[in-house]
C-alpha cells in the first residue's frame, strides 16, 4: 500500500477514535513490544504514558519499548515523569527501522514529547513533521530534571526544526549520538533552529557525538555560555549547514577529530555581529574559548566555582590543564556557492554578501565568507598553550564527495533565502528550496533503498544521497575515512573504543614516528632520514605562491625551532635542519601556509 493512501486511511481512524488504548503488561515485565500499524495508532505513546500509579510515579522506571517494524503513528505526546529512571524507546533491529510518523487530528498534530529523567533512542526513523507537514512541536523531545542523560544511536530523523531541548537539564547533562542521520533539518522562517539539540546555557558533563551526518540544518549543536568537561565529536559529516556550528562552547577537555565540514555555515558572519561578540572576534567553524565566570553561574558546575560562585577554581581555571585536539577534519566548500561568496546578488559590497540586521547598527553591514575553520582567539589557544595541539587539517581541497551537494539551482535559492535571513530590504523573492532538499521534505513519503516513497531503511546507506568521499582522504589518527563511516562499509569494522585509545595516542604523540602526514596532504611534508641524529632534511610542497612557516616543537609543545618564515615559490622545497642541541625523543614538525597546515613526527635519537 503506498503511504499516502496508508496515512490517509490512519488519519480518519484517529479522527473518529474518542480513547486511547495502550498495551496491557505486566507491572514488572522489563521490555514490552509496541505493535504497529494501522491499527494501532496512539499505542507507542499512551503505553508510555500509562505506566504509572495513583500517585502518578512510573511502575517501570528502567522499562524497554521495543517497536516491531512497520509504522507507529502517534496521535498524542509523550509526557512523563521519570526523573530517577530512563526512558527507552528501541527498534526491533534486523530489519527496517520501525518508523514513527506523528498524525494530525482536527488539523493538530501531536504535542512535544517532554520526559523530566532520561532518554535512549536507538534504531528508529522519526519523522519530525505530521502528515500535514507542520513540525513535531517544535522540539521532538525535551528533558528535564538534574544528571540526565540521553542517548541517541543508529536512528534516522527527518524535517525536524529542532531535535533535542536539554536547556533545563540544570547539571550532570550527559549526551550520546552515535551513528545517527539528522536530514533536511531545515526552517524556512529563521536561521538559529534547525538544531541536532539545543542545550544553551548549562553546564556539559560530557557530549559524544560520533559518526553522525547532519545536512541542512542552522546552528547543528546548539551550545553557547557553558563549560563542557569532555567531548568527543569524532567522524561525522555536517553537509550545508547555514549557520554557526556551534556558538562558543567553553571546552575543558575536546577531541574534535577526523570530521567533513562540507558547505559549512554558509551564510558567513556579519562584520557588525563580530565587534559584539564576546571576544570581539569572528565566529569560526570551531569555536573554542576558555572557561571564565563570563560564561554565566548557570552554564558551570558548582563544583568548578568558588563558594560564592563568583569565580572559576582550579583546575578548571588554569588552561595549562586543558586538552584540546583538533586533528584530521577536512573543511571544504563548492565552487556553487561563489556566486553569493563573492557578492554577485549583493548590491552593497562587490565582493561579498551584504546584511542589513539592525541588532547593533544599521546596514548594510559586509558579511564575512567563507568562514574561516579557526579564528584569531583559537589560533592563540593553540600556538600558545601545549595543552592545545592542532595538526593534518585539511583546508580548501575539495574531497570528492560521492554526489553534488549544493546544484547551481540549489545555491541560488539558498543565496535568497540567506538573503532574507540577513534583511536584505531589496530581497523579495521567496525561495523555491526543493532542490536544495536530500530527502522530498514531505512527510507522507517514506525513504527507502534509493527512493522517497517506500517502506523504510535498514541502514544510512540505503538513501538517496551519497556522502563518501574518495579513498585517498583517510585519517591519520586511525586508517578509516574522513568523516561519517556509515556511507561506507567501514562503520561495520570501526570500533568506537579502540578509536578513542588512537585519538588519544594521537594527542599524546605516542604515534610511531614514520606515521607521517598521509598521501591526502598537500604539502606532502616529510623528512630524511627519519629518525636521524644530528641532520635530517625536511622536504614540502607548496601548490601556489604563498607565505611559508615551518617550526618544530617537542612533546610537550614549546617552540624550538623555525626552520622557514618567508614567501616560497610553487613547489617542491627542502630545507636542512641540525638538531645537535636538542636532547633525543619525538618532536613535531608543522608547515603552514595560508590557512592550511600540516604536521608531521620525527624522532631525535642521538
Not at 496521535?75 to 514513527?100: D, M, Q, Y
Request: charged letters at 20%; proline letters at 5%.
Amino acid at each position: 500500500m503506498k503511504m499516502k493512501t496508508l496515512l490517509k486511511s490512519v488519519a480518519c481512524i484517529a479522527a473518529m477514535s474518542a480513547t486511547m488504548v495502550y498495551a496491557q503488561v505486566p507491572a514488572d515485565q522489563d521490555t514490552i513490544t509496541i505493535a504497529s500499524g494501522a491499527d494501532n495508532a496512539g499505542l507507542l505513546e499512551t503505553t508510555i504514558n500509562a505506566d504509572k500509579d495513583v500517585d502518578n510515579n512510573r511502575i517501570n522506571p528502567e522499562r524497554v519499548y521495543k517497536l516491531e517494524a512497520g509504522f507507529h503513528f502517534v496521535l498524542t505526546a509523550i509526557n512523563v515523569n521519570n526523573e530517577t529512571g530512563t526512558i527507552r524507546i528501541v527498534g526491533e533491529t534486523g530489519g527496517k527501522k520501525p518508523v514513527i510518523i506523528p498524525l494530525t487530528t482536527n488539523s493538530i498534530g501531536p504535542g512535544q514529547n517532554k520526559v523530566r529523567g532520561s532518554l535512549e533512542l536507538k534504531n528508529l526513523h522519526i519523522q519530525g513533521r505530521d502528515d500535514e507537514g507542520g513540525p513535531w512541536t517544535n522540539y521532538l523531545f525535551q528533558l528535564f530534571g538534574e544528571d540526565q542523560s540521553l542517548v541517541v544511536e543508529d536512528c534516522f530523523i527527518e524535517f525536524a526544526e529542532r531535535g533535542f531541548q536539554l536547556k533545563k537539564v540544570t547539571k550532570g547533562l550527559t549526551m550520546e549520538f552515535r551513528n545517527n542521520y539528522f536530514r533536511d533539518f531545515f526552517v524556512m522562517g529563521q536561521q538559529w533552529s534547525g538544531n541536532v539539540f539545543d542545550a544553551k546555557e548549562v553546564p556539559v558533563e560530557s557530549l559524544i557525538f560520533e559518526n553522525n551526518t547532519v545536512s541542512n540544518a542552522g546552528v547543528a549543536l546548539l551550545m553557547q555560555n557553558q563549560m563542557v568537561k569532555y567531548a568527543l565529536i569524532n567522524h561525522n559529516t555536517f553537509i550545508n549547514t547555514s549557520t554557526y556550528l556551534n556558538l562558543n562552547p567553553n571546552w575543558y577537555e575536546a577531541y574534535i577529530t577526523n570530521n567533513l565540514f562540507y558547505n559549512t555555515n554558509t551564510m558567513g558572519v556579519d562584520s557588525e555581529n563580530i565587534l559584539n561578540s564576546p571576544d570581539a572576534l569572528e565566529f569560526p567553524i570551531i569555536a573554542i574559548d576558555t572557561i571564565d565566570i563570563k560564561v554565566g553561574k548557570a552554564g558551570i558546575p558548582l563544583y568548578a566555582m568558588n563558594g560564592d560562585q563568583s569565580a572559576v577554581i582550579a583546575p578548571y581555571n588554569d588552561v595549562s590543564n586543558y586538552k584540546v585536539y583538533l586533528a584530521d577534519n577536512i573543511y571544504h566548500n563548492e565552487a556553487t556557492l561563489d556566486p553569493y561568496n563573492n557578492g554577485d546578488y549583493s548590491a552593497a559590497f562587490n565582493d561579498a554578501p551584504e546584511s542589513y540586521l539592525n541588532w547593533f547598527s544599521p546596514g548594510p553591514h559586509r558579511v564575512e565568507v567563507p568562514a574561516k575553520f579557526t579564528a584569531p582567539r583559537e589560533d592563540a589557544l593553540f600556538s600558545g598553550n601545549a595543552g592545545f595541539k592542532k595538526e593534518n587539517n585539511i583546508l580548501d581541497q575539495d574531497p570528492g564527495l560521492g554526489m553534488q551537494a549544493i546544484s547551481v539551482a540549489a545555491a541560488e535559492q539558498l543565496a535568497i533565502w540567506q538573503r532574507l535571513r540577513y534583511e536584505v530590504p531589496t530581497e523579495t523573492r521567496v525561495p523555491d528550496m526543493t532542490s536544495y532538499y536530500f530527502g522530498d521534505f514531505d512527510p507522507k513519503t517514506i525513504p527507502g533503498i534509493e527512493t522517497e516513497d517506500a517502506d523504510g531503511i535498514t541502514k544510512i546507506a540505503d538513501l538517496i544521497e551519497d556522502f563518501s568521499i574518495a579513498s585517498t582522504f583517510k585519517s591519520n589518527i586511525d586508517g578509516f575515512s574522513i568523516g561519517a563511516l556509515h556511507w561506507t562499509a567501514e562503520i561495520d569494522s570501526y570500533d568506537p573504543e579502540e578509536g578513542l585509545s588512537k585519538i588519544k595516542q594521537g594527542y599524546d604523540g605516542t604515534l610511531s614516528v614514520n606515521d607521517l602526514a598521509g598521501p591526502n596532504s598537500i604539502f606532502k611534508l616529510k623528512n630524511y632520514p627519519n629518525p636521524f641524529d644530528k641532520e635530517t632534511v625536511v622536504q614540502f610542497n607548496i601548490p601556489t605562491r604563498s607565505h611559508v612557516r615551518i617550526s618544530v616543537y617537542n612533546m610537550v609543545g614549546v617552540h624550538v625551532a623555525t626552520l622557514v618564515d618567508d614567501v616560497q615559490a610553487a613547489g617542491t622545497h627542502s630545507v636542512k635542519w641540525n638538531a645537535t642541541d636538542l636532547e633525543s625523543g619525538i618532536y613535531f614538525c608543522r608547515v603552514e601556509a595560508g590557512s592550511s597546515s600540516q604536521t608531521s613526527k620525527m624522532l631525535i635519537v642521538h
